[in-house]
């Protein structure tokens, strides 16, 4: 869904958000990298939880503190 609205000419980003706005339902976390945006990821959710945690040696994101 996401490569759909890239291909239509959305940057990242909105591409993301797009996607999600207009076709996904329910509960869910997500994390999106695109290969020509190496250095960025869109960390997104909807109901279920999402953390993210930093440190000197990166940025770490999962669905349960415990994983940490």
Known sequence: ???IYLDKGLGFFDAVKTA???RIEGTWG???MHVDHPTQLIACKNGSPLVVG???F???IAS???AF
């Open 1 to 3: 869904m996401i490569g």
């Open 20 to 22: 999600l706005e207009e």
């Open 30 to 32: 997500l994390v999106v």
């Open 54 to 56: 930093m440190s000197d």
């Open 58 to 60: 990166g940025v770490y």
């Open 64 to 66: 349960e503190y415990v």
